[in-house]
């Protein structure tokens, strides 16, 4: 279960927002909704452990995340806007190596696999500087389908995703939630999700 | 993990070979330099060769560290790294490592030859050697924190340098001074054993050191 306390986060002399509380058990879906610059970015990368917040926890079944470290990042899949796909090498090679860094080691067949599901089936060897941004995005998200994390990070993941593949990443969403998972996203898209519990945390401006 | 690491960087390199040429070139340019400029004085030039080679190594590092880590801070690779289920200090490593065979092994492999144009004996060319496959990993590893730290700034490549030269300084006297001793006759052993030193302990603490960086560059 991932919950946060009283977050609040203050970004140069601005405070972004303050006393962010949720509890999401396995199974719940939360979005996070709010004007640009109300700090959803912040936020995930708070819940990532990428950044401090200025008070208050995030809590991994109990345990602040900071003294989990290791632990907690092997239960975690952050895609963030800036998609870490490296334009010099291929969509497989991009999936292979980020799951390799995770520790998830995919053969060349599943990395196959994982593209063809997301659309890109015949560009697997192309690099990615050749790919367009939706082409792009897609391999970065066909990480979702070959890791086996427990709580998913996505911020702003659905940007220049064609409507099947808004549609697909639901489905995979979906299945993420049935098998006990939890998925924070950050997005202004109508996301259709029917799986788990759903919860809306809007941050005001 | 870490070889994933590894063969990770060292394929982005190969695909981006101009990048590690230019840092060789550099090196044979700025050396070359010295015995043209100098003249054919070989008692002169033997007796600067150590000093030449070895701050035109410092200089030549400086060039490919700023490219250490900025291309997977721009993109989100950095990130994704700073989150995965290993220590951080196992990814320093592993880049720094990548870092040293593509930009500066090269280099060593060079100095013998170009130690040739100040006129140095074969004993000393292989001190040269010697002194710099041991001394430039510790180039590449504290430079790496001064590249986790100016990482995202403007002007970072010049801030690197003013960060990262003083700390070279204990590297290039021990290193230049190995060679100096192996000109002079005399044994070049306890110039070696403290570069030997020196080397143990940046593997210790300078991939520690740039993990923190990173956290706080990434803030």
């Known amino acids: 279960m991932l919950s946060a306390k009283n977050l609040e986060c203050v970004r140069g002399d601005r405070r972004l927002f303050s006393n962010v509380n949720f509890e999401a058990p396995p199974g719940t879906f939360l979005q996070l909704t709010g004007p640009n610059g109300s700090g959803k970015t912040s936020l995930l990368r708070i819940i990532c452990g990428l950044m401090q917040p200025e008070s208050g926890e995030v809590l991994w079944n109990g345990a602040n995340i900071r003294s989990l470290a290791e632990e907690y990042f092997s239960n975690l899949t952050y895609l963030g806007h800036r998609s870490a796909v490296k334009e010099e090498l291929s969509s497989a090679e991009n999936l292979r190596i980020s799951s390799g860094l995770v520790g998830t080691e995919l053969t060349r067949n599943e990395a196959y696999a994982a593209l063809e599901r997301m659309g890109l089936k015949g560009r697997e060897e192309l690099a990615a500087r050749l790919l367009s941004e939706g082409q792009r995005r897609r391999s970065a998200l066909a990480r979702l389908l070959t890791c086996r994390t427990k709580l998913w990070v996505l911020d702003e993941v659905l940007t220049a995703l064609d409507r099947a593949a808004t549609g697909l990443i639901s489905r995979v969403i979906e299945e993420h939630l049935k098998e006990g998972g939890i998925a924070v ?15 809306r945390l809007e941050l005001a401006s | 993990m870490f070889r994933w690491i590894v063969s990770r960087d060292l394929t982005l390199a190969w695909r981006r070979r101009a990048d590690v040429l230019s840092t060789l070139f550099f090196f044979v340019i700025v050396v070359s330099l010295f015995p043209l400029g100098i003249g054919p004085e070989m008692q002169l030039l033997r007796s600067i060769a150590p000093g030449v080679v070895w701050v035109a190594a410092l200089l030549a590092s400086m060039l490919s560290l700023g490219r250490l880590f900025a291309n997977d801070y721009y993109d989100g690779t950095l990130e994704q790294m700073l989150i995965t289920p290993q220590p951080v200090y196992l990814v320093v ?64 490549g010049v801030l690197i340098a003013l960060l990262i030269l003083p700390l070279y300084i204990p590297v290039l006297i021990f290193g230049a001074g190995a060679v100096d001793a192996a000109i002079h006759g005399t044994s070049p052993a306890a110039h070696l054993y403290l570069v030997g030193a020196v080397l143990v302990m940046s593997i210790v603490f300078a991939p520690w050191a740039t993990a923190a960086a990173l956290r706080i560059s990434l803030e």
Do not use: C, Y
Request: hydrophobic share 55%; net charge negative.
């Open chain 2, 93 to 156: 490593l592993g880049k720094v490592l990548a870092q040293w065979l593509v930009a500066e092994v090269p280099l060593v492999l060079m100095a013998p030859l170009l130690g040739v144009q100040f006129d140095l004996d074969s004993r000393t060319l292989f001190v040269l050697f010697i002194s710099l496959l041991i001394g430039t990993p510790i180039l590449s590893l504290i430079g790496s924190i001064g590249a986790g730290l100016t990482l995202g700034l403007r002007g970072g």
């Open chain 1, 185 to 199: 996203v950050a997005t202004h898209q109508e996301i259709n999700i029917t799986a788990g519990s759903f919860q």
